[in-house]
């Protein structure tokens, strides 16, 4: 049986459905349903289809222009034309009065509503009337591909697309609509909602009534949340949130979904190549203005285009992720792992030049006028907490530290911040036992206190000359027999001398303690009740870790 536009209007499913033509002629067949995208409409209808326009796609066109396209129409046999006037849209030709004078001549039926009417929900609804299930399923699918791909034309970066995109697909859908980053940020969302999303405990996997490519997920919360889970290119993780605030979500609500995950996955692959290619470009410049390798023009060129002024002073932030191994190999996992980290040091520090080169994050900062070097560390310690935090949330073992260079007045030092940031992540465990903290995992290059005299020597044997004989005796008792005196004596210094903790902390009783200790004694002849020199051996084993390093 026919449905009709008379047939729509008695249905009370739209109640600010209005019918502003032609009362008369209301049994005209509905055998489609389309918006008007383009001026030239007509070309692509198969004929009785009911129309939905704001008519904006006309403004521009003269008077007669828009005339010959209505005639056009009325040659396909439109069965009627559904409109939202948008009375704030002043234009030289006033489309809505010529519509409504041209379709009362001609006994087409036309219906207003309100502007804050979707036209998804009447399209939804329609199609449902005028076609079984599996017709109206593929129809739909086609209708919200075609409206959703079109957003990839609009906007010239990441952000324009994407919340167009996530804005239609909630008009589509009813309710609102949310993206978040793989450490479960919100990247962008239809609500003022930017709340970090969490997982709760009854999420659960969920298969819509479709066929679909990708995972779903379900929870109940005050809502119940959707979750689609986007990979991009194997390398990023975004994920796609629908919260059933206003209505459930059909089975066309579904295909809509579907359309939004692939064209969000077109994006997010041709930002994320287009963003390789500027950071590859910027890594090139970052790597030899770091490293030294600029002088002269070539210097100078390179810092006006990252924005560096000579004048300015600067610090050199690494952060250490994942430690190379003896064959400088990374697997695909480690380095995805690095990526991840990467992307969220970029969201936490969004005007800093950060720069990577395989399993090295470094950052080039700008030291702002009034900024001390305390509270720029702490900065780096709230950094790294939330950081840390989101590794934690992976399940991953990644150990995480950051090493904050000396700093440098211009660019033309970089190079000296640079090294001294990557010297500060080496020595991390000296500086541990240096301050008796071993949860430090931030540090700046001052740190090292008067230890950075000691830094300049590059030779072993050198470095050595510096450490007391009583420890190095130890050293070499340690190394034929396989022995554990430096660290046994490490650990009772850092327990102000008392035995009875230094034996909790190296897992051993009291009575073996106890042993070592007199072995060391007798070894070395060390006086432990000297604090001068119990001083000088303190900084005799942070020497040797030192030494270590080389």
Same mark, same amino acid.
């Given at each position: 049986?026919?449905?009709?536009?008379?047939?729509?209007?008695?249905?009370?499913?739209?109640?600010?459905?209005?019918?502003?033509?032609?009362?008369?002629?209301?049994?005209?067949?509905?055998?489609?349903?389309?918006?008007?995208?383009?001026?030239?409409?007509?070309?692509?209808?198969?004929?009785?289809?009911?129309?939905?326009?704001?008519?904006?796609?006309?403004?521009?066109?003269?008077?007669?222009?828009?005339?010959?396209?209505?005639?056009?129409?009325?040659?396909?046999?439109?069965?009627?034309?559904?409109?939202?006037?948008?009375?704030?849209?002043?234009?030289?030709?006033?489309?809505?009065?010529?519509?409504?004078?041209?379709?009362?001549?001609?006994?087409?039926?036309?219906?207003?509503?309100?502007?804050?009417?979707?036209?998804?929900?009447?399209?939804?609804?329609?199609?449902?009337?005028?076609?079984? @299930?599996?017709? *109206? #399923?593929?129809?739909?699918? $086609?209708?919200?591909?075609?409206? +959703?791909?079109?957003? /990839? %034309?609009? =906007?010239?970066?990441?952000?324009?697309?994407?919340?167009?995109?996530?804005?239609?697909?909630?008009?589509?859908?009813?309710?609102?609509?949310?993206?978040?980053?793989?450490?479960?940020?919100?990247?962008?969302?239809?609500?003022?909602?930017?709340?970090?999303?969490?997982?709760?405990?009854?999420?659960?996997?969920?298969?819509?009534?479709?066929?679909?490519?990708?995972?779903?997920?379900?929870?109940?919360?005050?809502?119940?949340?959707?979750?689609?889970?986007?990979?991009?290119?194997?390398?990023?993780?975004?994920?796609?949130?629908?919260?059933?605030?206003?209505?459930?979500?059909?089975?066309?609500?579904?295909?809509?979904?579907?359309?939004?995950?692939?064209?969000?996955?077109?994006?997010?692959? @041709?930002?994320? *190549? #287009?963003?390789?290619?500027? $950071?590859?470009?910027?890594?090139? +410049?970052?790597?030899? /203005? %770091?490293? =030294?390798?600029?002088?002269?023009?070539?210097?100078?060129?390179?810092?006006?285009?990252?924005?560096?002024?000579?004048?300015?002073?600067?610090?050199?932030?690494?952060?250490?992720?994942?430690?190379?191994?003896?064959?400088?190999?990374?697997?695909?996992?480690?380095?995805?792992?690095?990526?991840?980290?990467?992307?969220?040091?970029?969201?936490?520090?969004?005007?800093?030049?950060?720069?990577?080169?395989?399993?090295?994050?470094?950052?080039?900062?700008?030291?702002?006028?009034?900024?001390?070097?305390?509270?720029?560390?702490?900065?780096?310690?709230?950094?790294?907490?939330?950081?840390?935090?989101?590794?934690?949330?992976?399940?991953?073992?990644?150990?995480?530290?950051?090493?904050?260079?000396?700093?440098?007045?211009?660019?033309?030092?970089?190079? $000296?911040?640079?090294?001294?940031?990557?010297?500060?992540?080496?020595?991390?465990?000296?500086?541990?036992?240096?301050?008796?903290?071993?949860?430090?995992?931030?540090?700046?290059?001052?740190?090292?206190?008067?230890?950075?005299?000691?830094?300049?020597?590059?030779?072993?044997?050198?470095?050595?000359?510096?450490?007391?004989?009583?420890?190095?005796?130890?050293?070499?008792?340690?190394?034929?027999?396989?022995?554990?005196?430096?660290?046994?004596?490490?650990?009772?210094?850092?327990?102000?001398?008392?035995?009875?903790?230094?034996?909790?902390?190296?897992?051993?009783?009291?009575?073996?303690?106890?042993?070592?200790?007199?072995?060391?004694?007798?070894?070395?002849?060390?006086?432990?009740?000297?604090?001068?020199?119990?001083?000088?051996?303190?900084?005799?084993?942070?020497?040797?870790?030192?030494?270590?390093?080389?």
């Amino acid at each position: 049986m026919a449905y009709t536009v008379k047939q729509l209007l008695e249905s009370k499913q739209f109640p600010d459905m209005r019918l502003v033509t032609c009362k008369e002629n209301l049994n005209q067949e509905i055998k489609g349903i389309r918006i008007i995208e383009i001026e030239d409409m007509e070309r692509y209808l198969t004929g009785g289809e009911l129309l939905l326009t704001n008519m904006k796609v006309y403004f521009g066109e003269t008077d007669r222009e828009f005339r010959k396209h209505l005639n056009e129409l009325e040659k396909k046999q439109v069965s009627g034309f559904i409109i939202k006037q948008h009375l704030d849209m002043v234009q030289k030709v006033n489309y809505y009065d010529i519509l409504l004078k041209f379709c009362s001549e001609r006994n087409i039926p036309v219906i207003e509503i309100s502007e804050d009417e979707y036209y998804w929900g009447i399209i939804k609804y329609v199609i449902l009337q005028i076609y079984d @299930e599996n017709i *109206a #399923r593929l129809i739909y699918f $086609k209708l919200t591909h075609d409206n +959703i791909s079109n957003m /990839l %034309l609009d =906007g010239e970066n990441f952000e324009d697309p994407t919340k167009n995109i996530l804005f239609l697909l909630s008009s589509m859908i009813g309710n609102p609509v949310a993206l978040y980053y793989s450490n479960l940020t919100c990247c962008a969302s239809t609500t003022q909602d930017l709340s970090d999303f969490v997982f709760e405990k009854n999420v659960e996997k969920y298969k819509p009534d479709i066929v679909t490519r990708f995972e779903y997920k379900k929870q109940r919360k005050e809502h119940t949340q959707y979750i689609t889970k986007i990979h991009v290119l194997g390398r990023v993780e975004v994920y796609l949130v629908v919260t059933e605030v206003n209505m459930p979500l059909t089975i066309l609500d579904y295909m809509a979904l579907e359309n939004a995950v692939f064209t969000l996955q077109y994006s997010f692959m @041709e930002t994320y *190549a #287009r963003n390789e290619i500027e $950071k590859k470009y910027q890594r090139d +410049i970052e790597y030899s /203005l %770091l490293n =030294g390798l600029l002088t002269g023009d070539e210097l100078s060129k390179a810092a006006r285009m990252l924005k560096l002024e000579d004048t300015d002073q600067y610090c050199v932030v690494s952060f250490h992720t994942i430690s190379s191994n003896s064959e400088d190999y990374y697997t695909k996992e480690e380095l995805e792992e690095i990526g991840v980290i990467e992307g969220e040091i970029q969201r936490l520090l969004p005007d800093e030049h950060i720069y990577r080169n395989l399993n090295q994050i470094v950052c080039i900062h700008e030291i702002k006028p009034g900024e001390t070097q305390a509270g720029f560390r702490e900065e780096m310690e709230k950094l790294y907490q939330t950081v840390q935090k989101q590794i934690f949330h992976r399940n991953k073992t990644t150990d995480f530290q950051i090493g904050i260079g000396s700093i440098v007045n211009g660019y033309g030092d970089l190079k $000296k911040s640079f090294k001294d940031s990557k010297k500060i992540i080496d020595y991390m465990d000296m500086l541990r036992y240096l301050y008796g903290d071993k949860n430090i995992s931030v540090a700046d290059f001052s740190k090292l206190g008067f230890f950075q005299i000691f830094e300049k020597i590059k030779n072993r044997d050198e470095l050595m000359e510096y450490v007391p004989e009583s420890l190095v005796k130890l050293y070499w008792y340690d190394k034929e027999h396989d022995g554990e005196l430096i660290e046994t004596l490490q650990a009772y210094l850092d327990c102000d001398k008392s035995a009875n903790k230094a034996a909790e902390k190296l897992y051993v009783n009291y009575r073996t303690l106890s042993g070592r200790l007199k072995k060391i004694k007798d070894i070395s002849g060390i006086d432990f009740k000297n604090s001068a020199e119990m001083l000088a051996v303190r900084n005799g084993i942070v020497l040797f870790k030192m030494a270590e390093t080389l």
